[in-house]
Nanobody
Framework: QVQLVESGGGLVQPGGSLTLSCAASGSIFGFVAMAWYRQAPEKQRDLVALITRPGRTNYADSVKGRFTISRDSAKTTVYLQMNGLKPDDTAVYYC?????????WGQGTQVTVSS
């Protein structure tokens, strides 16, 4: 059983930065991919950023150039560095892990961008 615990959300002013962390129980090296999704009120959950096992990354067009997904050398934590935050980035952010056989989700962390 995999457990994912997100942290790092909060309230930030437009233009500010936040870093989200996702700590996985056990090594995440074997995962096919790890990703961050977000869901705003009354909207669907959308992919924000993804990192594959070889380390390839992919981003939603809306966050390209502003957000960076990475993982630590121990491969137990995935990060989402968010710069130049906009009010439209306000959402609950969820960590996602794909083992190839199963998909796991964290509990989510709220990010609010407001002045």
């Amino acid at each position: 059983q995999v457990q994912l615990v997100e942290s790092g959300g909060g309230l930030v002013q437009p233009g500010g930065s936040l870093t989200l962390s996702c700590a996985a129980s056990g090594s995440i090296f074997g995962f096919v991919a790890m990703a961050w999704y977000r869901q705003a009120p009354e909207k669907q959950r959308d992919l924000v950023a993804l990192i594959t096992r070889p380390g390839r990354t992919n981003y939603a067009d809306s966050v390209k150039g502003r957000f960076t997904i990475s993982r630590d050398s121990a491969k137990t934590t995935v990060y989402l560095q968010m710069n130049g935050l906009k009010p439209d980035d306000t959402a609950v952010y969820y960590c996602n892990a794909d083992t190839g056989d199963s998909v796991y989700w964290g509990q989510g962390t709220q990010v609010t961008v407001s002045s």
